[in-house]
């Protein structure tokens, strides 16, 4: 007689468990690999960025050493994996989702109010354009932020191709259009597409500039690519992603955010950490990829570049 038979609760985990939820277990950890949900371990984010970027080859650029930072750079993959990107879902894990984004062929239209009206192809701007690098803080309005390397080029640049005329004061910004790639896109109550605007003083300010990469590579599709705004002394949602259309106009553009919420977000949004969101405050922000927080700064700390352009505006909600 057999003395050491096992007792039925000490047989192994595996075993013991019904057949169907074991295979169940063995699938949901097989997707969580492919998903990319292992990120803390390195796994899954790469195959999903293995498809080649035709613009691959001009990164990485030179640092442009006159933009500093007063922090660490955000790590890579937390920045990748957290973004808003409302075409894609009201959410921050859009990432996968974005894929969908054919970035080639890509055009940008510049029109409206310009000498030279123009539909330019994104790899011949590529090649025009003096790329460079620049270390940038970038802080949302729901008070989180990252400092990120963007590459690219100033505003400014497609500022000068388009020669805009004597009458025109904003620039008009409009992400694709196409719900077919962009499932958020089929949510009507939002008004679609995706519009940001500037004045030509701003767009002309040095800081103003056109993302084409970050992390020293193309811009990853949930960063908004091949072509995005970048506005840092402006909360997040200025910076319009994937944009394949700037109009100069004489009238001030309506954002799709000011559409959306007139009372919570306005055209100018400038960072301020006194002045409160109507539903929280803004004077601090969580660093993302961290569990620390930091003082929020006025323009996000770039107030000696910028705060001349606002210091004759009276009676402009400046700060939402
Ligand atoms: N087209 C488009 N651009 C957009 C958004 C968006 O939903 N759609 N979200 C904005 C907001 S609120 C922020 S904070 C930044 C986020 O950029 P990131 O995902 O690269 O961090 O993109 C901005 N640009
Ligand atoms: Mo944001």
Sequence with gaps: MNILKKRSWAIPEREATPEHVFLNRRQILAGLAGSGALLGTGLGLRPAFAEEDPSAGLYPVKRNPAFTLDRDLTDEEDASTYNNFYEFGSHKQIWQAAQELQIRPWTVTLDGLVDNPQIVDIDKLLSQMPLEERLYRHRCVEAWSMAVPWSGF????????????????????????DPSVASGQKQSWYPWPYVEGLTLEE???????????????????????????????????????????????????????EEIQPKEYGFWAN?????????WPQDSERLLGTDQRRQTLLYNGYEEQVAGIYKNMTGELLFM
Excluded: D
């Design 154 to 177: 100033e505003l400014s640049e497609l500022v000068k191709l388009a020669s805009p005329k004597s009458n025109a004061k904003y620039l008009r910004f409009e992400t694709f259009l």
């Design 271 to 279: 960072v301020n950490p006194s002045v409160p969101h109507r539903r």
């Design 203 to 257: 767009a002309t300010n040095e800081l103003a500039f056109m993302a084409t990469g970050v992390y020293g590579k193309p811009l990853a599709k949930q960063f908004g690519a091949p072509i995005r705004l970048v506005t840092p002394w402006k909360y997040g949602f200025k910076c319009i992603k994937s944009v394949v259309r700037i109009t100069f106009t004489e009238e001030r553009p309506v954002s799709f955010w």
